[in-house]
């Protein structure tokens, strides 16, 4: 069959709503994209482990502590699962996480931005995790079967997150002047950040169009960010806090908010490895794989010998 | 037993529960350090796992202490408005992380001491202590499998491996003892039926040790001088910075709720 068939094939599948699995044909394209995206999206929750875990050994309750130790593993169990999904298609993990060390793959920008107080944590699980489920409620129905299993279970520990972190931020807004004060900063420094989550406007995001088409995205960028806008104003206002946009406004006629320019030089800055925290990010990563070698070829020649001790024992036994 | 009063038995159950508390939150905390930090995403989880553990065990351990002293005081009073001199952990668990086998070593001289303690806990005369001790065994069990499995690997890994296991062990061996030391209270709650025979404690641990250690080609000896002091109060020059550190915030903005 020739190559333009099985691209009609696909995309006809893909009209259908049909979940491709590993096993199945797919365009070389289609498996670059994906194993793009999956590994930036493993990534993310990697790098994502670091600026919270900043904060574990000052957390001020132990139930707080607690709570954001299981919060930080289960990143690292998402970036596993994602790790995984990118196997499926023929991806290894030591190649993407050299990628991600060498600065050649990315990963969530949002990332890149240091966790300045206690209130950053609550900041962080209520607007970044929220602003993550938006992408990721989406992605439970893309079109790649592995990914969208894996985002049905990150979803549901990253709503989890996502309470945890607003409850911190409540706990915050009904204490005292202080505590009120983190809060509002924390918010007004994660605010941007979080709507810039969502990637470029549509016009200028180069990947939106074929990712729309193969279904491995089914809203765009600014339909998602719209919405967490929407979903966000009612929350500010139920902490009393009030989010840094002089221009946020309801918009009757829209039946949606109208909120301020986004700083895109910030933006391409960050993206491009220059962000408050971008070198930092990436030094830990490579510190604990560069520390993990000794641990990891160990384990590799006991494994070894282990199995050549049993061959032997085998052959004595014969 | 019989002529012991009651307000020394609970002066020794809170003892023995605010030392079973310190040792699980601080060793706790220095795991929790690593996370995002492992060698390996597998072990990352794996180390968390046991931190989560040790901090959980101790949330209990701090509560109890809290309820036999009848004064009001919170796990987190405990955790967050005592000063490093009022901490009764052991110095081994304070000791900064190194890298992933003396973090691993550490935690297996640990682990070693701990599941024995606790199986001596799980018939303590003291309820509530005895109910504690059961739901944290069977953490610790896995705890021990955990640390024994990579103290074998590591050992009987690589030669380079294996220098490394070895210079962990003999750095860790002279804070062992303390995990087993008498002092008037211990004795007292030994005696209670509420507490810890350290001797015994001491001869299955090192049981564990022969049997693993050997395993793995690595030796450990008792040495002939020993850090004291940890119980006491006295503790390395690192647990200040622990504290500070896990203190700042409530310190920094003392009487709110978090």
């Not at chain 1, 259908?16 to 394209?29: S, Y």
């Not at chain 1, 600065?103 to 920008?109: D, F, L, V």
Request: proline share 3%; hydrophobic share 40%.
């Amino acid at each position: 069959m020739i190559e333009k068939d099985l691209n009609q094939i696909f995309q006809d599948r893909i009209d259908a709503d049909d979940r491709i699995e590993a096993r199945d044909w797919m365009p070389e394209k289609y498996r670059q994209t994906l194993i793009r995206q999956i590994s930036q999206h493993a990534h993310s929750e990697v790098v994502g482990m670091l600026p919270e875990a900043n904060w574990i050994s000052r957390a001020p309750s132990l139930r707080r502590k607690v709570a954001l130790l299981a919060k930080v593993q289960d990143e690292a169990g998402h970036g596993l699962y994602l790790y995984s999904a990118a196997e499926t298609l023929g991806a290894k993990r030591s190649d993407l996480l050299q990628q991600l060390i060498d600065g050649t793959a990315k990963y969530s920008s949002i990332f890149n931005y240091p966790t300045l107080t206690w209130a950053d944590i609550g900041a962080i699980g209520w607007l970044v995790d929220g602003a993550a489920i938006m992408n990721q409620v989406m992605l439970c129905r893309t079109s790649y079967g592995p990914y969208a299993r894996a985002m049905v279970r990150i979803c549901k520990e990253e709503s989890f997150h996502q309470r945890q972190g607003y409850e911190i931020m409540i706990a915050l807004s009904q204490g005292s002047e202080e505590q009120k004060a983190m809060a509002q900063d924390a918010l007004n420094r994660w605010w941007w950040p979080s709507l810039m989550m969502f990637g470029p406007n549509d016009a200028e995001s180069k990947h939106t169009a074929q990712s729309m088409a193969w279904r491995i995205k089914r809203k765009t960028n600014d339909e998602l960010r719209q919405a967490f806008v929407d979903s966000s104003i009612s929350q500010i206002e139920y902490l009393g806090l009030t989010a840094p946009d002089k221009d946020l406004k309801w918009n009757e006629e829209r039946g949606h908010y109208d909120f301020g320019a986004i700083d895109w030089d910030e933006f391409w800055q960050v993206v491009k490895g220059h962000g408050p925290c971008n070198k930092e990010r990436i030094a830990a990563r490579r510190k604990a794989q560069e520390e993990g070698k000794w641990v990891q070829e160990a384990a590799m020649a006991y494994a070894a010998k282990r199995k050549q001790r049993a061959q032997d024992q085998q052959t004595r036994v014969a | 037993m019989n002529n012991m009063n009651k307000e020394d038995t609970q002066k020794a159950s809170i003892d023995l529960a605010l030392w079973m508390g310190d040792n699980a939150l601080i060793l706790g905390h220095r795991l929790a350090e690593l996370c995002g930090h492992g060698p390996i995403l597998e072990q990352d989880i794996a180390l968390t796992n046991i931190a989560l553990d040790l901090v959980g065990q101790a949330r209990m351990w701090l509560t109890l202490a809290g309820d036999l002293e009848g004064k009001g005081r919170t796990e987190d009073d405990f955790a967050y408005l005592r000063s490093d001199k009022e901490f009764t952990n052991i110095k081994l668990v304070e000791l900064p992380n190194q890298d992933w086998g003396y973090v691993i070593a550490r935690q297996f001289i640990f682990d070693a001491h701990h599941l024995v303690i606790l199986e001596q806990l799980c018939t303590s005369s003291e309820k509530a202590i005895a109910d504690i001790a059961q739901k944290a065994i069977k953490e610790v069990q896995y705890h021990l499998r955990f640390s024994s499995e990579w103290i074998i690997r590591l050992g009987d890994g690589t030669e380079f491996s294996r220098k490394r296991m070895q210079s962990a062990f003999d750095k860790l061996a002279p804070y062992i003892k303390a995990l087993t030391l008498d002092d008037p209270l211990t004795i007292l709650a030994k005696e209670a039926g509420i507490g810890i025979d350290n001797k015994d404690v001491e001869e299955k641990a090192w049981k564990t040790f022969d049997a693993i250690l050997s395993e793995a080609t690595l030796e450990l000896e008792s040495p002939e001088y020993f850090h004291k002091g940890g119980k006491q109060g006295l503790h390395t020059e690192h647990m200040g910075f622990i504290i500070a550190e896990m203190q700042s915030v409530v310190r920094a903005m003392p009487n709110n709720k978090w």
